[in-house]
């Protein structure tokens, strides 16, 4: 699956400040495009709490086409980027876009896994503009697939420019299973460096879950709560309805 993201969906976990436009409903991304003249698209709503603060729910859409073969450009909208005091998207609430390319086919009958490159930019937009930079992405992802079973990762560096803020690396990896055709469970691990000079680096753990009603329809969504970072006891939660045209 694939953005929030939902997104990278905002999983904002014990401090991971982390954007949309992932795998949905998953942190962490894979490298299969939108398939060549189709949309995927996701409605999502998102939140988090940290050091026992509630921030969101926030909510926007992200579109995924497959421009070409092996190719896809995503956008990642913002519904509610001033939702007022306590709101996340007056911390961060990104305008995203990328375009992800598939570089290496996978080779159903071996070992060897497709790879893509998937760089993306951030514009924070509403109240953010005035505390959060423009960032941009690039990392590499890996996907492998046998039977029922799908597992994918990788990570990258993040560009993070401002005052007191550092460059970073992000990381995650996620395994799925199909248990029936209609519904898919899986569990990842993500997590990044310190993104500035006075936060810590974080990982988190999470469970999420596709449930497909028809080839055209499907609810997915996903838990995640921080395991590596003391300073927080951070989860954050997505939901999202997808749409395939």
């Known amino acids: 699956m694939r953005t929030r993201s939902i997104v990278w969906m905002s999983a904002i976990v014990a401090s991971l400040a ?7 409903p998953y ?3 894979d490298a299969e495009p939108t398939e060549t003249g189709h949309f995927e698209n996701y409605l999502f709503t998102e939140g988090t709490r940290v050091d026992g603060a509630f921030s969101g729910p926030a909510t926007g859409v992200e579109i995924n086409y497959g421009a070409f073969e092996d190719t896809q450009v995503s956008l990642s909208l913002p519904f509610n980027p001033n939702p007022g005091a306590g709101g996340m998207g007056v911390v961060w609430a990104p305008l995203g876009g990328g375009v992800k390319y598939r570089f290496i086919e996978e080779d ?4 060897r896994p497709q790879v893509a490159f ?22 590499i992802w890996i996907q492998k697939s046998w039977g029922p079973w799908t597992t994918f990762g990788g990570g990258g560096y993040t560009n993070n420019p401002g005052s007191g803020n550092r460059d970073f690396a992000n990381y995650g990896w996620a395994i799925t299973r199909h248990l029936t055709d209609n519904l898919q469970l899986g569990v990842e691990l993500f997590g990044l460096s310190r993104d500035s000079a006075s936060d810590r680096a974080g990982t988190a753990a999470g469970f999420g879950w596709v449930y497909d ?8 969504g996903s838990l995640n709560a921080a395991v590596h970072n003391p300073q927080a006891d951070g989860f954050s939660f997505n939901i999202a309805a997808k749409w395939t045209i």
């Open 118 to 139: 998937y760089p993306q930019i951030f514009f924070p937009v509403g109240s953010a503009t005035h505390t959060s930079p423009t960032t941009e992405l690039f990392p």
């Open 108 to 111: 159903e009958e071996g070992w």
């Open 27 to 29: 942190v962490t991304d």
């Open 18 to 24: 982390w954007p949309a436009l992932a795998g949905p």
């Open 213 to 220: 009603f028809s080839e055209q329809w499907h609810l997915v």
